[in-house]
T-cell receptor, first 111, second 114 residues
């Protein structure tokens, strides 16, 4: 059965800290891994990582994919209170017809 | 920008009522999805559709049906609402990205069944 595991499930840090969120997966036919940020509304897309793009960076956020070890990490440097959210990891394994989501990591950034 | 819209942000219905949740996307995407999201359970797939009039059951289809008469519109129907269907409902559609598919979500409908 396809599975996506995220750790930690919950994390509390202070502004300025650097955090690393983990996502590991077991899927039959991996095609891409996606990261989302969800505040009190729908998830918003952050990154997609595939075989042809295993490292992505946008401002203070960066992500890498290790296809051999079947995991990805999302790094956030110099955290701000606005980074407080649930971060979801999902794996796509069937040409856009199947997405398996992890449970999410709830990040709280304290001032 | 991709736009996925849902007909209602908040909805309160009574047990036994028939409920329609509508989702519209404006980017000619073929794949559309309905999820529900509950605390501690994450996102669970109810149904998805890969073309007009085509649908596939997800992980939790019981108590739900769907309709896709036009490519841009995907409706979720609760035939007889029950209190255990109180949840956040998220619609999504996908577009091909570089090497994979990006999934975009609508704003969500928070449904309360009393």
């Amino acid at each position: 059965e396809d599975k996506v595991v995220q750790s930690p499930l919950s994390l509390v840090v202070h502004e300025g800290d650097t955090v690393t969120l983990n996502c590991s997966y077991e899927v039959t036919n991996f095609r891409s891994l996606l990261w989302y940020k969800q505040e009190k509304k729908a998830p918003t897309f952050l990154f997609m990582l595939t075989s042809s793009g295993i490292e992505k960076k946008s401002g203070r956020l960066s992500s890498i994919l290790d296809k051999k070890e079947l995991f990805s990490i999302l790094n956030i440097t110099a955290t701000q209170t606005g980074d407080s959210a649930v971060y979801l990891c999902a794996v796509e394994d069937n040409y856009g017809q199947n997405f398996v989501f992890g449970p999410g990591t709830r990040l709280s950034v304290l001032p | 920008d991709v736009k996925v819209t849902q007909s209602s942000r908040y909805l309160v219905k009574r047990t036994g009522e028939k409920v329609f949740l509508e989702c519209v996307q404006d980017m000619d995407h073929e794949n559309m999805f309905w999820y529900r999201q509950d605390p501690g359970l994450g996102l669970r797939l109810i149904y998805f559709s890969y073309d007009v009039k085509m649908k596939e059951k997800g992980d939790i289809p019981e108590g739900y049906s769907v309709s896709r008469e036009k490519k841009e519109r995907f409706s979720l129907i609760l035939e007889s609402a029950s209190t255990n269907q109180t949840s956040m409902y998220l619609c999504a559609s996908t577009s091909p990205g570089q090497g994979g598919y990006e999934q975009y979500f609508g704003p969500g409908t928070r449904l309360t069944v009393t």
